[in-house]
Structure formats: structure tokens, C-alpha cells
């Protein structure tokens, strides 16, 4: 049975996978401060993406995603395990795209992937310290990471 401690933890660090997906998808990047530790390391490059600090990677989320009319991002399926003041979690993303394109081009595209985040509690309550996003898949066929 769980305890109230790990019921709230639980809940907390689901309000922050949550928060994340709502901080992209409504372009409003300032609240990723409210998701990462300021010290955090992010690796988006098995997508193809870039990976670096959390000042780093924030200032390329604002350029990279602008070249996108739409995302939306759906975070699902998520392993917890909680270990005092730090956690370790595995989520399931699927998240549509649709690249800018001259109107009449749009196209949607679909990225799947997994989240392995390592948290851990602060003073402003749980933040993800590392974020790594692993086994992607695409469709149609948009990005291949073994062709790098």
C-alpha cells in the first residue's frame, strides 16, 4: 500500500511531466523553469535534436519549435520510482507535428518516445535534473537517428 508521502509525490511529479508537455505546446518556455532544475542536463539528440545545459537547451526549444505550426505533446504510461528526495521516471510521449510549409504543404508527421528523467525534490517542490528522450520512432519516416 502506498503511503501519503509517496500518493503526493506521485501526484507532484505528474503535475510536472504534465507541465512540460503544456510549457511546449503553448510555446510559453519561461515555465520550463518551473520543470527543470537550473542546473539540468537535457539530451533531445537521439531525435535529432540538440543537448546541453537547461540554458542552453531552453533557448533552442524557443528556435527549434518555431519552425512548427503545430505539436501537441501527450505524455502517458509513466514508471515511477521514488527513492526519499529523488525519482527516476519512464514515459511514454506521442506527439503530432506539423512543420511550417507554404499553405496548401501542410503535412503532419508523428514522433514517438520514450522520457527517462531523473528528478529530485527542492525547496520549489520536484524539478527534472536530467531528461534524456530515447528509443524514437516517426512517421512517415521524417528523421532516421542511425543515419547520423
Not at 542536463?41 to 526549444?61: E, F, N, R
Not at 508527421?109 to 522520457?115: A, E, N, Q, V
Request: aromatic share 14%.
Amino acid at each position: 500500500m502506498l503511503s501519503l508521502q509517496e500518493i503526493s509525490d506521485r501526484m507532484e511529479i505528474e503535475d510536472v511531466l504534465n507541465r512540460y508537455a503544456y510549457a511546449i505546446d503553448e510555446r510559453n518556455f519561461d515555465d520550463l523553469d518551473n520543470v527543470f532544475t537550473p542546473d539540468a542536463t537535457i539530451d533531445y539528440s537521439q531525435v535529432g535534436g540538440d543537448k546541453g545545459d537547461y540554458t542552453h537547451i531552453k533557448a533552442y526549444l524557443k528556435t527549434a519549435l518555431a519552425n512548427f505550426q503545430y505539436y501537441n505533446h501527450a505524455i502517458s504510461t509513466t514508471r515511477m520510482k521514488i527513492d526519499g528526495d529523488k525519482a527516476e521516471t519512464h514515459s511514454i510521449l506521442w506527439n503530432p507535428m506539423m512543420p511550417n510549409g507554404e499553405r496548401g504543404q501542410e503535412r503532419f508527421f508523428f514522433c514517438g518516445l520514450t522520457y527517462h528523467d531523473h528528478l529530485v525534490r527542492t525547496p520549489k517542490g520536484w524539478r527534472i535534473k536530467t531528461r534524456v528522450e530515447e528509443n524514437p520512432y516517426f512517421y512517415p519516416k521524417v528523421y532516421d537517428p542511425s543515419e547520423n
